[in-house]
């Protein structure tokens, strides 16, 4: 298979200082991918880098066979951000959040047509939040509004998503929840997921793929590869224990 994403050699400059250095990645179809690292280690960079905001000043990046900075905005991918600030005052519910994509395909004062509405409502059935449409959206607990957020990309019917730090401010449970909604998105849309976040042992047990990142990617494979000490001290520093959450242990699945 083709790689949705190439970075060949990829180096990123911020003011004359090096943000990123020789970065080569391929992320294939129908993977759950994710980028981790520390605060401050260019995870955010790389992936407006991907997303074709930022121009490397050496190397190369595909997206679709494209270089991103040129790509049009058909809905491809759904982008979720890092964090997205909405008064928890405003007056919109659930229905009108995911709508927001429909409208941001059409051109200005054009309505809502019944194609449109019945793409948002399986949307919101994906990430079983059908039932909560009328709900303020301000209302909703930490990761409802993640799941809802969720059916806002979704809505472009994209091939692919890119979330910054998703599970940010997430308890533990809902944070399980988010990322097992994840793994069936991948199975049941066939959709390819790259995932930014600094936490390597929440991540390793739902991920196909892992990369280790600080300023250069020190380890990329499967999170049951033996990742070396070493490049664990290289991007988290050293006393670092990685734990891996076995799909296959028994109490892992009582966990669920």
Request: contains cysteine; charged residues 25%.
């Amino acid at each position: 298979m083709k790689p949705i994403i190439l970075l060949q050699d990829v180096w990123v400059r911020y003011n004359h200082q090096t943000v990123l250095e020789d970065i080569t990645l391929a992320i294939y179809p129908c993977e759950i991918v994710s980028i981790v690292g520390p605060n401050g280690s260019g995870k955010t960079t790389l992936i407006n880098t991907i997303l074709g905001f930022i121009e490397p000043y050496k190397g190369a990046v595909t997206v679709f066979d494209k270089n991103p900075s040129t790509m049009k905005q058909n809905g491809q991918i759904g982008y979720l951000p890092q964090s997205v600030e909405v008064d928890p005052k405003f007056p919109i519910n659930v229905f009108d959040v995911v709508s927001m994509t429909r409208y941001a395909l059409k051109s200005l004062n054009t309505r809502l047509t019944g194609k449109d509405r019945e793409i948002v409502m399986q949307c919101l059935e994906k990430v079983e939040m059908e039932k909560l449409i009328h709900h303020h959206f301000g209302t909703l607990s930490g990761g409802q509004k993640q799941r809802v957020l969720i059916a806002r990309a979704l809505a472009l019917q994209p091939k692919m998503l890119i979330l910054d730090e998703p599970s940010t401010g997430l308890d533990a449970v809902a944070q399980d929840r988010f990322y097992h909604l994840l793994q069936k998105l991948r199975d049941k849309e066939d959709l390819t997921i790259l995932m930014v976040s600094h936490d390597i042992g929440a991540v390793s047990g739902i991920v196909d793929q892992i990369a280790c990142l600080n300023r250069k990617i020190h380890f990329h494979g499967k999170p049951e590869d033996c990742i070396p000490s070493e490049a664990l001290e290289r991007v988290f520093g050293k006393n670092v224990h990685f734990v891996l959450h076995d799909k296959n242990c028994e109490m892992c699945e009582k966990r669920r």
